[in-house]
């Protein structure tokens, strides 16, 4: 082993260290940022071993990448607001999906014929997976930063379309497999991941989001591990795979938070957001009056905040922390019910109040606030809507059966912060609406809770 | 090239195994910061792009390098950037609010 291969072996094998390290450190926030420090000098010491690379023979062309990517990745780093979040986290699927995919393209121009069947093998996943991330990502990214409509794009035979592309884009690959240097076939591979990468999220509706997200995640991450074992290098390989059973275990989580198999969302089946409204169930709703919230809410003794993905919407996050701080300053104990899937993504609505200075000591997840419903004298539900429907723990037949809730209706009082009587993005009808113990009080988020706050601050 | 693949599947069955342990242990707190981290992370297909961006094997491979190289850059800076950006703000005291008493 000459010494440039030990250098950049050596610098591959602690970048390996570094990120696992890192990874370990976000399992506490005081801890998270000296782990991410880690991760990235471990990325540093890989692509300065990279440089040392032989085959490498000019680096105008690298430097320009360098310097492109800096820029772009700066400036969104930088200037991307918290609320868009989870637009940028599927275009930044898409980047990977993409880099990974062209790698894996250059690398089968290169050798062609003389492809191995373990590296074609290898190669073929890459681009597929790579494939599917990009052109999937653009589309989740699409519907996100809503320049398609967010609903489920859905059409007659749909799944047996889709069905059929995924089945030839299988049998092309295992074509492939046995005659490694067929181009044509290399390539009609790659139209058919790309065209079912946006087939595979046009059906998928904006509140499912969070599994996609974590879907793509996970399928970016084993694309570069693919990459890792068509080039033969284990950095590669233990990245990727940490990034793909990162995504992995994200959108199992997210799953079991709504009640839905995992079988269902790796075949992407899962456009069952559309499925039938239910009539009937119509009550009356009892809207209540700005002054009595800020009465109940000044007189609690717990007030509990519920934000869905209104908050988000209607930039409400900060109405909130101030009102919150002016009942803290009158002794209620504040604090906030964060439901899984809550949001756009996993951990959505934690990021929002974080940056509204909300300490993370304030934050709940659904199994420890439940027991404590009961006693909260107030729960104010800010633009969430599935996460409380109380339809889910007691209607056996409802869409969203078996999904676990936050269970505001089990708190002395329920206030619900809504913009219209509509009905929320899954087209479900919410009973909690129509409950006794359930105040409405319509108008924007943020404009009512502004309003609670100087009502609050008056009394 | 058994030996490869075999020596790569010990190092991918492991590294799965390893991510299980360490990932599970992440808070849904910090699910957000760690998508982006892992995402970064991840852009580590920047070192396979490095090599077929200044290799010259010949010119489309070097453009593929190119945009790769760009593609990875930009989840790998931004990527780091904005995680920083996010796990700042986390904070376990409400100072803010002692402050404005």
Same mark, same amino acid.
């Given at each position: 082993?000459s010494?440039?291969?030990l250098?950049?072996?050596l610098?591959?094998?602690?970048?390996?260290?570094?990120?696992?390290?890192?990874?370990?450190?976000l399992?506490?926030?005081?801890?998270?940022r000296?782990?991410?420090?880690m991760a990235?000098f471990?990325?540093?010491?890989?692509?300065?071993?990279?440089?040392?690379?032989?085959?490498?023979?000019?680096?105008?062309?690298?430097?320009?990448?360098?310097?492109?990517?800096s820029?772009?990745g700066?400036a969104?780093?930088?200037?991307v607001?918290?609320?868009?979040?989870?637009?940028?986290?599927?275009l930044?699927?898409?980047?990977?999906?993409?880099?990974?995919?062209?790698?894996?393209?250059?690398?089968?121009?290169?050798?062609?014929?003389?492809?191995?069947?373990?590296?074609?093998?290898a190669?073929?996943?890459?681009?597929?997976?790579?494939?599917?991330?990009f052109?999937?990502?653009?589309?989740?990214?699409?519907?996100?930063?809503?320049?398609?409509?967010?609903?489920?794009?859905?059409y007659?035979?749909?799944?047996?379309?889709n069905?059929?592309?995924?089945?030839?884009?299988?049998v092309?690959f295992?074509a492939?497999?046995?005659?490694?240097g067929?181009?044509?076939?290399?390539?009609?591979?790659?139209a058919?991941?790309?065209?079912?990468?946006?087939?595979?999220?046009?059906?998928?509706?904006?509140a499912?989001?969070?599994?996609?997200?974590?879907?793509?995640?996970?399928?970016?991450?084993?694309?570069?591990?693919?990459?890792?074992?068509?080039?033969g290098?284990?950095? !590669?390989?233990?990245?990727?795979?940490?990034?793909?059973?990162?995504?992995?275990?994200?959108s199992?989580?997210m799953?079991?938070?709504m009640?839905?198999?995992?079988t269902?969302?790796l075949?992407?089946?899962?456009?069952?957001?559309?499925?039938?409204?239910?009539a009937?169930?119509?009550?009356?709703?009892r809207?209540?009056?700005?002054?009595?919230?800020?009465?109940?809410?000044?007189?609690?003794r717990?007030?509990?905040?519920?934000?869905?993905?209104?908050?988000?919407t209607?930039?409400?996050?900060?109405?909130?922390?101030?009102?919150?701080? !002016?009942?803290?300053?009158r002794g209620?104990?504040?604090?906030?019910?964060?439901h899984?899937?809550?949001g756009?993504?996993?951990?959505?609505?934690?990021?929002?109040?974080?940056?509204?200075?909300?300490?993370?000591?304030?934050?709940?997840?659904?199994?420890?606030?439940n027991p404590?419903?009961?006693?909260t004298?107030?729960?104010?539900?800010?633009?969430a809507?599935?996460v409380?429907?109380?339809?889910?723990?007691?209607?056996?037949?409802?869409?969203?059966?078996?999904?676990?809730?936050?269970?505001?209706?089990?708190?002395?009082?329920?206030?619900?912060?809504?913009?219209?009587?509509?009905?929320?993005?899954?087209?479900?009808?919410?009973?909690?609406?129509?409950?006794?113990?359930?105040?409405?009080?319509f108008?924007?988020?943020?404009?009512s809770?502004?309003?609670?706050?100087?009502?609050?601050?008056?009394? | 090239?058994?030996?490869?693949l075999?020596?790569g599947?010990y190092?991918?069955?492991l590294?799965?195994?390893?991510?299980?342990?360490?990932?599970? *242990?992440?808070?849904?707190?910090?699910h957000?910061?760690?998508?982006?981290?892992?995402?970064?992370?991840?852009?580590?297909?920047?070192?396979?792009?490095?090599?077929?961006?200044?290799?010259?094997?010949?010119?489309?491979?070097?453009?593929?390098g190119?945009?790769?190289?760009?593609?990875?850059?930009?989840?790998?800076?931004?990527g780091?950037?904005?995680?920083? *950006?996010?796990?700042k703000?986390f904070? *376990?005291?409400?100072?803010?609010?002692?402050?404005?008493?």
């Amino acid at each position: 082993m000459s010494a440039q291969t030990l250098l950049i072996e050596l610098s591959y094998f602690s970048a390996s260290i570094l990120f696992i390290l890192g990874l370990k450190g976000l399992s506490h926030p005081d801890t998270a940022r000296r782990g991410m420090f880690m991760a990235e000098f471990g990325m540093l010491l890989a692509v300065i071993g990279t440089l040392l690379h032989r085959d490498i023979v000019s680096y105008e062309w690298i430097i320009v990448g360098l310097l492109a990517g800096s820029t772009i990745g700066i400036a969104m780093g930088l200037w991307v607001p918290m609320t868009a979040m989870p637009q940028r986290t599927a275009l930044s699927h898409a980047f990977g999906g993409l880099a990974a995919a062209l790698v894996g393209v250059s690398e089968f121009l290169r050798h062609g014929e003389h492809l191995g069947t373990f590296k074609v093998t290898a190669l073929g996943f890459e681009v597929l997976l790579g494939g599917i991330t990009f052109t999937g990502s653009l589309v989740a990214f699409a519907k996100l930063q809503e320049l398609v409509k967010g609903q489920p794009i859905t059409y007659k035979g749909q799944n047996v379309l889709n069905f059929l592309l995924f089945g030839s884009a299988v049998v092309i690959f295992i074509a492939l497999v046995l005659n490694p240097g067929h181009t044509a076939l290399f390539y009609a591979m790659c139209a058919l991941a790309l065209l079912f990468g946006v087939l595979l999220v046009l059906p998928i509706g904006a509140a499912d989001m969070p599994v996609v997200i974590a879907l793509l995640n996970s399928y970016a991450g084993l694309a570069s591990a693919a990459t890792g074992f068509a080039l033969g290098n284990n950095v !590669l390989i233990i990245a990727g795979t940490l990034d793909g059973g990162s995504g992995f275990i994200l959108s199992i989580l997210m799953c079991k938070a709504m009640n839905r198999s995992i079988t269902n969302v790796l075949f992407g089946a899962f456009g069952s957001a559309t499925t039938t409204v239910e009539a009937g169930e119509e009550g009356v709703m009892r809207e209540v009056s700005l002054e009595d919230v800020a009465t109940q809410l000044a007189y609690a003794r717990q007030v509990v905040f519920v934000p869905g993905y209104g908050m988000a919407t209607a930039q409400a996050q900060n109405a909130v922390r101030e009102l919150a701080n !002016l009942l803290e300053n009158r002794g209620v104990q504040v604090k906030y019910a964060i439901h899984p899937v809550a949001g756009r993504m996993p951990g959505h609505m934690n990021v929002l109040l974080a940056e509204a200075n909300v300490p993370y000591s304030q934050l709940y997840e659904l199994e420890q606030i439940n027991p404590e419903m009961p006693t909260t004298d107030v729960a104010v539900v800010i633009g969430a809507n599935d996460v409380v429907n109380p339809e889910a723990r007691d209607n056996p037949k409802s869409a969203i059966a078996g999904m676990p809730i936050i269970e505001v209706d089990k708190a002395k009082s329920v206030i619900v912060l809504k913009r219209g009587r509509g009905k929320g993005f899954s087209g479900l009808e919410n009973p909690l609406f129509f409950k006794p113990v359930t105040g409405l009080l319509f108008g924007d988020a943020k404009t009512s809770l502004n309003r609670l706050a100087s009502a609050v601050g008056e009394l | 090239m058994n030996e490869v693949l075999i020596a790569g599947l010990y190092v991918f069955v492991l590294a799965a195994f390893l991510g299980y342990q360490v990932i599970s *242990r992440v808070p849904p707190l910090l699910h957000t910061p760690l998508m982006s981290a892992t995402n970064a992370i991840s852009g580590i297909s920047l070192i396979g792009s490095i090599v077929t961006a200044g290799a010259k094997y010949n010119l489309t491979s070097t453009i593929l390098g190119v945009v790769a190289v760009t593609a990875a850059t930009i989840n790998v800076v931004g990527g780091f950037i904005i995680t920083d *950006r996010m796990l700042k703000m986390f904070k *376990r005291d409400a100072k803010p609010a002692a402050e404005k008493k």
